[in-house]
């Protein structure tokens, strides 16, 4: 979940714009929290006051912690679609393939118990908005990943898991980066994420292979942030530089959760 928050700050100044290095400031004085961190938020608080056990319990706390945190922050930069959803009440899914799905997922994968709840979970988190079967085994993927390198698996294992069941694999950062272009959808930047993970040395590393792609760098370095914290840590001193450019709202909702999930 941190580490999905460090990626999203980092990677914010390139959501459109990357040189393709990987040699860059981590955070400078332009970076902020987009909707990957609030969205992201909204998960983790409904993972601690929803029945986990309940899909109508999730979904509606879920789409309700939506409604009260997510429409404080209108300029964090959701999507047009997500955005129209947001101002509904009714909050009916709208068949999104967008990644938006796999950049909010990770606190399911910290609240779920074993791998079928994490799955479980992950799949309530993304219907409520993307209910295509692309935005669907997006979410599901990162938060197996996640739930995998939080127990211990190494990552040929990680990599086997996601290939038997959601994306091929069989390319690294270095052979897409000259050709790889922004790509909402969740199959051209979901395997791209895990495989940045996946090529890391560390958890900073992991970032930056993220950010050096040049595609969507915030949502990117989001979901390979979120991986890499489960199967690194995170580095002394980057959550703290990440959570300061939260505001104090959006702050004091992350710490009402993150104790309890972590």
Same mark, same amino acid.
């Given at each position: 979940?941190?580490?999905?928050?460090?990626?999203?700050?980092?990677?914010?100044?390139?959501?459109?714009?990357?040189?393709?290095?990987?040699?860059?400031?981590?955070?400078?004085?332009?970076?902020?929290?987009?909707?990957?961190?609030?969205?992201?938020?909204?998960?983790?608080?409904?993972?601690?006051?929803?029945?986990?056990?309940?899909?109508?319990?999730f979904k509606k706390c879920l789409i309700e912690k939506m409604q009260e945190i997510a429409r404080r922050y209108p300029d964090a930069g959701y999507g047009e679609f997500f955005y129209s959803w947001l101002l509904q009440d009714d909050g009916r899914p709208y068949g999104a393939?967008?990644? $938006? /799905?796999?950049?909010?997922?990770?606190? =399911?994968?910290?609240?779920?118990?074993?791998? &079928? *709840?994490?799955? @479980?979970? +992950?799949?309530?988190?993304?219907?409520?908005?993307?209910?295509?079967?692309?935005?669907?085994?997006?979410?599901?993927?990162?938060?197996?990943?996640?739930?995998?390198?939080?127990?211990?698996?190494?990552?040929?294992?990680?990599?086997?898991?996601?290939?038997?069941?959601?994306?091929?694999?069989?390319?690294?950062?270095?052979?897409?980066?000259?050709?790889?272009?922004?790509?909402?959808?969740?199959? $051209? /930047?979901?395997?791209?994420?895990?495989? =940045?993970?996946?090529?890391?040395?560390?958890? &900073? *590393?992991?970032? @930056?292979? +993220?950010?050096?792609?040049?595609?969507?760098?915030?949502?990117?370095?989001?979901?390979?942030?979120?991986?890499?914290?489960?199967?690194?840590?995170?580095?002394?001193?980057?959550?703290?530089?990440?959570?300061?450019?939260?505001?104090?709202?959006?702050?004091?909702?992350?710490?009402?959760?993150?104790?309890?999930?972590?």
């Amino acid at each position: 979940m941190l580490g999905a928050i460090i990626g999203d700050v980092i990677g914010s100044l390139y959501e459109f714009d990357s040189d393709k290095t990987k040699d860059f400031p981590l955070f400078q004085p332009d970076c902020r929290a987009t909707d990957d961190s609030v969205l992201t938020v909204c998960v983790g608080c409904a993972c601690v006051e929803a029945d986990l056990d309940s899909e109508y319990s999730f979904k509606k706390c879920l789409i309700e912690k939506m409604q009260e945190i997510a429409r404080r922050y209108p300029d964090a930069g959701y999507g047009e679609f997500f955005y129209s959803w947001l101002l509904q009440d009714d909050g009916r899914p709208y068949g999104a393939n967008t990644n $938006g /799905s796999a950049m909010r997922v990770s606190p =399911c994968a910290w609240a779920a118990d074993t791998l &079928e *709840d994490t799955v @479980r979970l +992950a799949r309530w988190s993304a219907e409520i908005t993307h209910s295509h079967p692309d935005g669907i085994k997006g979410a599901v993927a990162v938060a197996s990943a996640i739930f995998l390198a939080r127990h211990g698996f190494d990552k040929e294992e990680i990599r086997r898991h996601i290939e038997d069941n959601y994306y091929l694999l069989s390319f690294t950062v270095e052979e897409i980066r000259p050709t790889y272009t922004h790509d909402m959808t969740c199959e $051209g /930047s979901v395997p791209q994420a895990i495989v =940045c993970f996946l090529d890391s040395e560390d958890f &900073e *590393d992991a970032i @930056r292979n +993220a950010v050096s792609l040049g595609g969507d760098g915030d949502t990117i370095s989001c979901i390979a942030g979120a991986i890499a914290e489960a199967y690194y840590g995170i580095p002394e001193g980057l959550g703290e530089e990440a959570l300061s450019y939260l505001d104090e709202d959006l702050a004091e909702y992350y710490y009402s959760y993150a104790d309890l999930l972590y």
